[in-house]
């Protein structure tokens, strides 16, 4: 099967920066759009950042500029470059994958990672 292994998150200071990877493994034919989700409590996950395979991004107005997604194919892995974080991106982020595998090639999977927790100090 597929597995979303999240890396990097942590506790900084307010206008500190953490990079947030997350490796795809498994029985992986090819990987589509991969992306960047949070959660804080009491809200509902929302979109941070995508790309596409071809490396088209697409950002959140609350991240636009201080946040930069990037992925390495060869490696089947996305990231998450975060600067002058602030408190109010204190939440679970969530790596997600568009996967075909090589047993089902006519269809494409979200995955989800299990989620890392950011938390940003005032």
């Known amino acids: 099967q597929v597995q979303l292994v999240e890396s990097g998150g942590g506790l900084v200071q307010a206008g500190g920066s953490l990079r947030l990877s997350c490796a795809a493994s498994?029985?992986?034919?090819?990987?589509?759009?991969m992306g960047w989700y949070r959660q804080a409590p009491g809200n509902r996950r929302e979109l941070v950042a995508t790309?596409?395979?071809?490396?088209?991004?697409n950002y959140a107005d609350s991240v636009k500029g201080r946040f930069t997604i990037s992925r390495d194919n060869a490696k089947n892995t996305v990231y998450l470059q975060m600067n002058s974080l602030k408190p109010e991106d204190t939440a679970v982020y969530y790596c997600?994958?568009?996967?075909?595998?090589?047993?089902?090639?006519?269809?494409?999977?979200?995955?989800w990672g299990q989620g890392t927790q950011v938390t940003i100090t005032s």
């Open positions: 498994g029985n992986i034919f090819s990987i589509n759009a």
């Open positions: 790309i596409t395979s071809s490396g088209r991004t």
């Open positions: 997600n994958a568009a996967i075909t595998t090589y047993r089902t090639r006519n269809m494409v999977t979200d995955y």
